[in-house]
């Protein structure tokens, strides 16, 4: 079965640094895709970044960029040059790929904080 | 971008009582997805639907629980009848192909309270 965690409940930056929230899976599929999500103080769920394991280039949009470490089953996003607006929760998440399935499965959660 | 809209925002109901949860997925897409979240916690799958089906749910999807896209309309949630652990917000997701792993579009959720 597939599973996300994340490990860091919560971490404070200060504005303009770099900050890098954690998360590993579990598979037994060898194709999977893994996203991570920002969901602001309004509720609402914005798609960031995603990584398809194939890809051995980590991902990068804008200010996001992806630690992806296959052999240790880790996706760590990075985001630099925090800003203020940057503060929600962001969460991990994962599809498997060549299983017969759609699920998509959601880590708990990290709440960044970035500090004037 | 492409938007999901969830109608209402808040629902307030008895335990007991039925409530349906509308999703106005984006127009193009044809998988539909319901996930639970709980005083801003993990979001919870539900379930999954493309072509008139469910394709898969999870344990949290009860007996109670149904969903429904009659005629291309809304994507609905039906809770029949609910209980007091129901209470959560609801997410509704979409997107336009499962296997090729497309991007999840939300809406912004409805709260249920069942009181």
């Known amino acids: 079965a597939q599973k996300v965690t994340q490990t860091q409940t919560s971490i404070s930056v200060v504005e303009k640094t770099t900050v890098t929230m954690d998360c590993v899976y579990e598979?037994?599929?060898?194709?999977?895709?893994l996203f991570w999500y920002k969901q602001t103080a309004s509720g609402e769920i914005v798609f960031l970044i995603r990584?398809?394991?194939?890809?051995?280039e980590n991902a990068t949009v804008g200010h996001y960029s992806l630690n992806f470490q296959k052999p240790k089953s880790s996706i760590g996003l990075i985001i630099t040059a925090t800003q203020i607006e940057d503060s929600a929760v962001y969460f991990c998440?994962?599809?498997?790929?060549?299983?017969?399935?759609?699920?998509?499965?959601f880590g708990t959660g990290t709440r960044l904080q970035v500090l004037p | 971008g492409p938007k999901v809209l969830q109608i209402p925002s808040h629902q307030i109901i008895d335990m007991g009582q039925m409530v349906t949860l509308n999703c106005d997925p984006v127009?193009?897409?044809?998988?539909f997805y319901w996930y639970k979240q709980i005083l801003g916690q993990q979001m919870e799958f539900l379930v999954n639907?493309?072509?008139?089906?469910?394709?898969?749910k999870s344990k949290l999807f009860k007996d109670q629980f149904s969903v429904e896209r009659p005629d291309g309309s809304y994507f609905t949630l039906k809770i029949q009848p609910t209980a007091l652990e129901d209470s959560a917000v609801y997410f509704c997701?979409?997107?336009?192909?499962?296997?090729?792993?497309?991007?999840?579009?939300f809406g912004s959720g409805t709260r249920l309270t069942v009181l």
């Open positions: 997701a979409s997107s336009t192909q499962g296997a090729s792993a497309e991007t999840l579009y």
């Open positions: 598979t037994r599929d060898s194709s999977y895709f």
């Open positions: 990584q398809d394991s194939y890809k051995k």
């Open positions: 998440a994962m599809r498997e790929g060549s299983s017969n399935t759609n699920k998509v499965v």
């Open positions: 127009s193009n897409h044809l998988y």
């Open positions: 639907f493309y072509n008139g089906k469910v394709m898969e």
